[in-house]
């Protein structure tokens, strides 16, 4: 084999040229990259012996796009338009040899070869909308010349990978090889084309497929309308959508100059900016520094969980879909059949949605054992408690576990606040106790918070980020303390939210300020979805606070069809005039005298106490990281991932602005806004987050 360059490869077979890409992990298009592809088949295109070039990569897989590092770095090297080029009009075949992922600019490569072929495990997509972008090497025009618009709307604005089955089956794939036989079924596809003769086909002279959506602009207007609230706030699926009308009424060099246009303009903007911070944030949430990646980890084979609530119940389902065996134990019958009875519930859902088959439903159920003996969770691996907030209770469940559950087990509590160094104190073991917090629903939700008590071993903290990723979380370790770091700061939120109506805004003000920011809903329409009775008892009710005050009217929220809002029929909210009203009334009582509450000072209000409270839990050392804390807020709470996070958020608004702020309001509103230490330190040393 004869190096071209440190990342490329060439050998020659029998007239058949092989150019090996390899640069780990993912053989991403970086300038080195870039260069080794044009000499690469530069190279073999030159050579008279050479007939056909197949395109393989070393490693795990394919190209799986731009080097998303290089983006914020000047450019310099080719580009990848002059690289594609290069293949397009070569006077011979070549062919992309697709394993692992062909992701971005990685099919945007193989979208300009003449032919692909892909072993059946491998992927192919336009991820770019995830990251603010959009394919902006020909991605946008080529991809609807092979699968027409309509499919290439959905490929590029939900950023799906799709699987070589299908890629074969719409034509984006040529041919399957045999899984493990990628390179000699390249090889043997390679001297088919040349023995009979087949044509250099271009993807941008295929035209057949976008003429067919040529003067159907209502295609686009029903796409429009149907993801309008999927889309909500997010500038790249916009200009996706008009890439591919671009490439439907456009000849394909204009087509080309709009896209170039377009994805200039994301990638300059900040959308991007913050979602290409939060791709890596989200990476670097998986590294705990004193837990190295060679820490021994614990084979977790069997779960059990006691609670089969709505929260016990998710939390099975995430280990049955991993093909994990769950034990499940509830004190009553009744209880346990309802509980199984939901997991099936949701499952058989899924199927009618197509999204699993009955199949899948039968096969997950067969992994379910109910139970109402604790005993039963003897030879478990891992013990997830998830059982009523109540310190007492919690460690009598610890108490037993410990003197139940096999020696080297996992205990975990699934509390989302209580101490969980207390809660290991009620064993004999408490380097194996932890925290996994998951977030309801916990079988939809993407976070899991993993607690790390103070005596919880390195291997115990290894396997349960293992885990995390094992079935499909996004996960970050945090410390002790009450809320940990997702509930902790959205405390001062809801206090804050709770202030305001006080003082004169509305609930549906402040509601409505969050939601423009981006937050899929506004603190009061979500207390009224959870229902504002949670935890009240009309025996015990002291009518001392609003929420106290509307549950004893049965305003209880949408189950009641009143909360903090009107519903109708449908549960669409309305502004209540009543709840108006009481908030007046209730005020008066408080000798406060209603003003007018500003757009800004309510999202500054809600919003800066928290970035305060992030920068409070940095200094403790709860988090590892600002990034960490807004994975937890992306994937928790719904902050607006093309806002990075709340972290994110502070560093682009400028760390000294939300300082200032945040002592103006000491001043006028007293200690809630008492700046953290290391935001006035990192303020002096003029720091931001990201420089920690
Ligand atoms: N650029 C730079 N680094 C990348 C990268 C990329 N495109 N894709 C992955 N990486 C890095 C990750 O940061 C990670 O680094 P680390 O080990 O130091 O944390 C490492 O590669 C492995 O990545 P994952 O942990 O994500 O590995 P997985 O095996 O779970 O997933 C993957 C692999 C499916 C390829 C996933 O990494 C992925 O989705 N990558 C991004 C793909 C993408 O968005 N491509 C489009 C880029 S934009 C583009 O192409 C523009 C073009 O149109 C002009």
């Given at each position: 084999m004869a190096a071209i360059n440190p990342v490329t490869d060439l050998v020659i077979e029998d007239g058949i040229a092989v150019v090996t890409l390899n640069s780990p992990p993912v053989n991403a298009l970086s300038v080195a990259v870039r260069d080794g592809i044009y000499q690469g088949i530069g190279e073999a295109l030159d050579n008279d012996a050479v007939q056909a070039v197949v395109l393989i990569c070393a490693g795990k897989t394919f190209i799986a796009g731009a080097?998303?590092?290089?983006?914020d770095k000047p450019r310099s090297g080719l580009t990848l338009p002059q690289v594609q080029q290069r293949i397009e009009d070569a006077g011979k075949p070549v062919i992309a040899a697709i394993h692992g992922t062909a992701l971005g600019g990685g099919l945007e490569v193989a979208l300009v070869c003449h032919y692909r072929v892909a072993v059946p495990s491998a992927k192919c997509g336009l991820p770019e909308v995830n990251i603010g972008l959009l394919p902006g090497a020909g991605g946008t025009q080529r991809l609807p010349r092979i699968v027409g618009a309509e499919k290439a709307l959905e490929m590029v604005t939900s950023g799906m990978h799709v699987r070589a089955k299908d890629a074969l089956a719409m034509g984006l794939v040529d041919e399957l090889t045999p899984e493990d036989g990628l390179r000699a079924g390249a090889i043997a596809f390679a001297r088919k084309v040349v023995a009979e003769g087949r044509p250099l086909r271009k993807v941008r002279d295929m035209n057949e497929k976008v003429e067919a959506a040529r003067g159907r602009p209502e295609l686009f207007a029903e796409f429009r309308r149907g993801n309008a609230r999927k889309f909500r706030g997010f500038q790249a699926p916009e200009a996706n959508i008009r890439c591919i009308e671009a490439a439907v009424n456009m000849p394909f060099d204009e087509g080309l100059a709009f896209e170039h246009k377009l994805f200039e303009e994301l990638m300059a903007g900040t959308q991007s900016a913050a979602q290409r911070y939060y791709f890596f944030a989200s990476r670097k949430a998986w590294n705990v520094p004193d837990v190295p990646a060679d820490t021994p980890t614990i084979p977790v084979n069997t779960v059990g969980i006691i609670g089969a609530g709505t929260m016990g119940g998710g939390i099975a389902m995430n280990f049955l879909n991993a093909g994990i065996p769950v034990t499940i134990v509830e004190t009553k019958q009744e209880a346990l059949d309802r509980g199984l009875a939901t997991i099936r519930r949701n499952y058989e859902n899924t199927a009618s949605k197509g999204r699993i088959s009955m199949d899948d439903v039968e096969k997950r159920m067969a992994q379910l054992k109910g139970s109402l003996a604790l005993d039963d969770l003897a030879q478990c691996d891992l013990v997830i408690e998830a059982i009523f907030e109540n310190m007492d209770v919690k460690k009598e469940m610890f108490g037993k576990l410990d003197r139940i559950v096999r020696q080297g087990a996992i205990l975990a509590s699934n509390t989302s606040a209580l101490d969980l160094n207390e809660i290991a104190s009620a064993?004999?073991?408490?380097?194996d106790v932890i925290g996994l917090h998951f977030f309801s629903p916990a079988n939809v939700m993407k976070l899991l918070e993993v607690v790390r008590g103070e005596k919880t071993s390195k291997p115990v903290i290894a396997t349960c980020m293992q885990l995390a990723r094992r079935i499909g979380k996004v996960a970050a370790l945090v410390g002790v303390c009450p809320g940990f770091v997702g509930n902790r700061i959205l405390a001062q939120r809801q206090r804050e939210a709770g202030k305001l109506v006080l003082e004169g805004a509305m609930p549906w003000d402040v509601d409505r300020v969050l939601v423009d920011f981006g937050l899929p809903m506004g603190p009061f329409a979500m207390s009224d979805l959870a229902g504002l009775d949670l935890g009240w008892r009309r025996e015990n009710s002291t009518g001392s606070t609003l929420r106290e005050i509307l549950c004893e009217m049965d305003r209880r929220g949408q189950k009641t069809g009143a909360g903090f809002y009107d519903y109708d029929d449908k549960r669409q909210a309305r502004p209540s005039p009543v709840v108006e009203n009481i908030i007046r009334d209730f005020a008066a009582s408080k000798g406060i005298t209603p003003r007018v509450v500003s757009e800004q000072e309510i999202l500054e209000r809600c919003i800066y106490p928290m970035i305060n409270e992030g920068a409070r839990i940095l200094e403790e050392g709860i988090a590892i990281r600002a990034s960490d804390i807004d994975v937890v807020w992306v994937n928790g709470?719904?902050?607006p991932v093309y806002r990075g996070g709340p972290m994110r958020y502070g560093d682009s608004v400028g760390l000294d602005k939300v300082l200032a702020k945040m002592q103006d309001f000491e001043a006028r509103f007293g200690d809630d806004f008492k700046p953290a230490k290391l935001l006035v330190d990192m303020v002096a040393q003029r720091k931001s987050f990201k420089d920690l």
């Open positions: 080097d998303i590092a290089e983006f064993t004999s073991r408490p380097q709470y719904g902050w």
